[in-house]
């Protein structure tokens, strides 16, 4: 028969397995939310395509490392995929991005697709990416 300091260590060694076990199987899984630009935990894949007027860009010190604020003016859907800025028409948007704002200006108008980025668990926000 086991002495009990090692009825004791096994039993410290199974709990520490079976915790080690349901960590892993815990993990969480993301999908991305379009073909082009980050993946993300979107919710729901989502995409269009806006025209606006930049009149801010920031930088972030947290997250995305660009906020630009855009005065949408036009947004188009892109194939069956919902739109998250159809409703932003004459907003001011801020967008976040972790492209490159060096050539974007104030004032600038840019065509960009937008989509719906984050979790449940973060938030979700608004990726602006292939800024032309």
Not at 43 to 63: E, F, H, P, Y
Not at 74 to 103: C, H, M, R, W
Request: charged fraction near 15%; aromatic fraction near 4%.
């Amino acid at each position: 028969m086991p002495k009990p300091n090692k009825i004791i260590l096994l039993t410290v060694i199974m709990v520490i397995v079976l915790s080690a076990g349901s960590l892993v199987s815990c993990t969480k899984t993301t999908t991305t939310a379009t073909a082009t630009g980050p993946g993300g935990g979107s919710l729901v894949r989502t995409d269009s395509i806006i025209t606006g007027q930049i009149k801010a860009i920031k930088n972030m010190t947290t997250g995305y490392p660009w906020e630009i604020d855009v005065m949408v003016t036009n947004s188009q859907n892109v194939g069956d995929l919902p739109n998250p800025t159809i409703d932003k028409v004459g907003q001011a948007v801020p967008f976040y991005t972790d492209e490159s704002t060096k050539a974007l200006q104030v004032g600038q108008t840019i065509t960009a697709h937008v989509k719906l980025t984050g979790d449940v668990e973060v938030g979700t926000h608004l990726y602006i990416y292939n800024i032309q």
